[in-house]
């Protein structure tokens, strides 16, 4: 009851100074709404590479030829010795790994008999849909046969499929890649964007051999990317390790000699995405902490004013009867009131930033849970009970006499 | 007005207080040895010097203040040291304050302002505003209750600050200059209240520069550079008396 009274009291102070209360709730305001968007958007960017993670296949690792460029420009890829045909044989045989297969990518001109469309072409072997946990949606993938005799067919994806055939069932229809003439044996399912906001779906798959001698023309043994995938995402670590071993040996590297090819896996890699969008929410973070600081304080200096403004009041409190306790109370709330309309404001504007963000910056998606909400106002209760205590507390300890005389 | 005290003990007894303040290296003695029993159902007004030490007799017996020495007793109980918190109960529960300049809350109506003690009393709205009301209608203010102290006068914002100070049903009466800022009209209405009420049992000690206002206690003490120098009981005039004479003159004005 004394709760509700001073709850009262608190509103009819604030409202009596409306114009000084806005202004000092403003710090609090931001710092909610800017602290709001950050969490908002963090955890949007994390289902969002979660996801990603989650069409791409977690326990899949990349292999290209070259040191790793870390630190300065030494190696850079293509120096030392390119990863073979062979190497990929060999991987094969690691414990922890289940697929391994070449990928070479070209960009081409698909034409169909009346449409033409500029699309990645890639070249891989039999295992690669299961590796990517890519589903055929009609049709068929490519045998190990027909890649081993350079079959001239090819898989399509879902967004080539779209504009060179429409609605229309491409299968056992023929395109042109560059020259070569090749029957669409199947079409892939959707698979939607990658952790960099390529389109998956814009691609057209062949027979690793087909792409080197028919289309690049070329009759090197060389591979410029091998992808793995490991038994388990648990055995991830393993399977890297093993590759590592394995193409060292291949390799014949001494002790002493870096490794000639690197190896990162997409879970790494979508991380490093990751840690970009943090780093821009984080320095909202920042403006956050600093608004949530520079409002308490704000809060604190205007209690201090209006302590000393009602020094009188809280004369005429005290010797009626009022204990400590509960001129404490009247201004810790008012505080308290001050702190947490500034924080519904905050929560509510920053709910709109972070939807407008989020229109704005490729839609990733925004949830707001009653948990954001929550927060909103948890911060600031917790801003008006900290900048708020020590004027109450000022307020509370007065001598009742020298208050009275207080002029 | 409140318990009565068993006779034996008087409603508060001074002994030998002293209260120094001390302002920086500086002592300045304000009170230099005390002695004083009041009994339950007594009118006493204090007199003396400005600087002589009333203010500071008041605070200590209004449990506003702790003497340096000495004790003081309160219907029996030692109230000298008690503490912060325990000082505010006593002033709650036992005390009623009126002061020279009114102190009523501004912007704050008549019936909160005599709720205030109250609410502090932990009691529920309901009985609150009931009670108020009560004690604002034994001061003739019943109908200005909605009223904002810079709606009334002088005299009612006093009536206001007492019927504050009774809500609470004290046992004392506590009044600092109660009529300083009044004129003599108003000032006999402000007393003839306080007879009444003193009438009725209540207990009640004030201090004054102006000894016709002295003149309607029934006990006067005189005190002069922090001692009881003068302690005289008389037969009190009547306030009620003076005011009908004092209409009776503006009467015949006409
Ligand atoms: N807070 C204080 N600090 C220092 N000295 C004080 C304080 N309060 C009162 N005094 C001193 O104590 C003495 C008594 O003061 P007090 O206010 O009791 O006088 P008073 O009799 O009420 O005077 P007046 O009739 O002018 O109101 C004075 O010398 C005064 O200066
Ligand atoms: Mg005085």
Request: hydrophobic share 45%; aromatic share 4%; net charge neutral.
């Amino acid at each position: 009851m004394m709760f509700l009274m001073a709850l009262r009291l608190a509103l009819r102070s604030l409202l009596r100074n409306r114009m000084r209360s806005a202004l000092t709730a403003l710090g609090v305001i931001i710092g909610v709404a800017a602290l709001l968007v950050t969490v908002v958007l963090g955890e949007g960017t994390r289902k969002m590479v979660a996801a990603q993670i989650a069409t791409m296949g977690s326990a899949i690792i990349m292999i290209v030829p070259g040191a790793s460029a870390q630190g300065g420009f030494m190696g850079g890829t293509g120096s030392g010795r390119p990863l073979q045909r062979d190497d990929v044989e060999a991987i094969l045989q690691a414990r922890a790994v289940r697929y391994v297969v070449p990928v070479d990518r070209t960009v081409a001109q698909v034409v169909s008999s009346n449409l033409n469309w500029q699309t990645p072409v890639l070249g891989t072997t039999t295992d690669y849909a299961a590796l990517r946990d890519w589903p055929v949606a009609r049709g068929r993938f490519f045998t190990a046969a027909e890649n081993e005799s350079a079959a001239k067919v090819c898989v399509l994806g879902h967004t080539v499929t779209q504009n060179l055939f429409g609605d229309s069932d491409p299968v056992g229809q023929q395109v042109r890649v560059k020259q070569m003439p090749c029957e669409i044996i199947g079409v892939l399912a959707p698979k939607g964007q990658s952790a960099m906001g390529s389109d998956q779906d814009d691609i057209l798959i062949l027979p690793s051999v087909t792409l080197r001698t028919r289309v690049l023309n070329q009759n090197r043994q060389y591979v410029s990317t091998i992808m793995v995938a490991a038994t388990s995402e648990d055995d991830l670590a393993q399977a890297e390790s093993e590759v590592v071993s394995i193409l060292r040996q291949r390799h014949k590297l001494t002790d002493d000699q870096e490794n000639d090819f690197t190896v990162r896996n997409l879970a790494e890699l979508v991380q490093t995405q990751q840690k970009i969008v943090e780093t821009q929410t984080g320095m909202l973070r920042n403006v956050a902490a600093v608004s949530l600081l520079v409002g308490g304080i704000g809060i604190m200096n205007i209690m201090l004013v209006s302590v000393t403004e009602r020094t009188r009041e809280i004369g005429i409190r005290l010797a009626i009867g009022a204990r400590e306790r509960d001129i404490l109370l009247q201004f810790l709330v008012e505080a308290v009131v001050l702190s947490v309309l500034g924080g519904l404001l905050g929560t509510g504007l920053g709910a709109l930033a972070a939807t407008l963000f989020s229109k704005l910056g490729g839609g990733m998606p925004v949830d707001f849970s009653p948990f954001w909400m929550v927060l909103g106002f948890g911060v600031s209760v917790a801003i008006g009970v900290l900048f708020g205590f020590y004027p109450a507390r000022k307020a509370a300890r007065l001598d009742p006499i020298d208050a009275l005389r207080y002029e | 007005m409140g318990d009565a005290v068993p006779s034996s003990e008087p409603l508060l007894r001074l002994s030998k207080i002293t209260k120094v303040y001390t302002r920086g290296d500086l002592a300045v003695p304000a009170l230099r040895g005390l002695d004083l029993q009041i009994d339950s159902g007594e009118f006493v007004a204090v007199m003396g010097p400005s600087g002589s030490g009333k203010s500071t007799l008041m605070n200590l017996i209004g449990c506003l203040d702790r003497p340096t020495s000495g004790s003081y007793f309160l219907q029996g109980r030692d109230v000298a040291q008690l503490d912060r918190d325990a000082l505010a109960q006593v002033r709650l529960r036992t005390l009623g304050f009126v002061f020279q300049g009114f102190n009523l809350l501004s912007r704050t109506t008549a019936l909160e302002n005599v709720e205030l003690p109250l609410l502090y009393a932990g009691m529920r709205s309901m009985e609150r505003a009931e009670r108020a009301r009560e004690s604002l209608a034994r001061v003739g203010l019943a109908e200005r209750a909605g009223h904002t102290p810079n709606q009334l006068s002088g005299g009612q914002q006093q009536r206001v600050a007492i019927a504050r100070a009774l809500v609470t049903k004290p046992m004392m009466l506590l009044a600092d200059e109660p009529t300083g800022n009044l004129d003599s009209r108003t000032s006999l209405e402000v007393m003839a209240l306080l007879q009444e009420l003193n009438a009725e049992g209540l207990t009640v000690l004030l201090v004054t520069h102006e000894p016709d206002i002295a003149a309607f206690a029934g006990r006067l003490l005189l005190v002069k550079d922090g001692r009881l120098r003068a302690d005289e009981r008389r037969p009190p005039h009547s306030a009620k008396q003076a005011l009908a004479e004092w209409r009776d003159t503006e009467e015949e004005d006409r």
